[in-house]
């Protein structure tokens, strides 16, 4: 059986920080199956469907690589999945506290589904989808933290919501 792992996540969208992690799981794990949570109390800035084919559009070329939308418990989907480890990026400290708990959690509502945290390259430590449509809604570069493409959508996105856009030219 294939060693799969699950990485979960609400993916506002999907970072470089994101990308650094799947990658480097990839050399770990022999399937990554991406969960983007679709979760109704929420209101992120793109559709579930978006989030997913925003992924799939950085990784339309790698087979071990699958995206899926799930709601409800995590480790229901895991184990739907056939997935006993779960990946999770740990930044610092602060993250630490809410990591934990869920890690706990999972592993009380199954004890056979293990968390796997990995710390993200230093470059991205500070990164989070929640600065990074910060920064586009005030009109800084992105360059470098999120995937070009996706660029494209969040920058759309902000013109289309017209929310506060103040984006300098080139
Ligand atoms: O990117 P996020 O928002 O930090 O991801 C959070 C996520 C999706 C991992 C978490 O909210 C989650 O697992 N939700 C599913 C509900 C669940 O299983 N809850 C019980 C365990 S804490």
Redesign the pocket.
Known sequence: MKNIAVY?????PITNGHVDIINRGLRIFEKIIV?V?E?PK?KPLFSTKKRVAMINSIYQNEKNVEVKA????????AKENKAKI?I?GLRAISDFE?EF??AL??KK?DSKIETFFMVPSLKYSFLS?KLVKEVCMLGGSLTGLIAPQIEKNIIEKFKKNKKTYNRKKG
Not at 8 to 12: A, I, M, N, T
Not at 70 to 77: M, N, R, T, W
């Open positions: 979960p996540g609400s993916f506002d969960a949570l979760n929420k799930f709601e409800g418990l995590l480790i229901e989907f779960v999770r809410y708990q869920m959690m999972n509502l989808s």
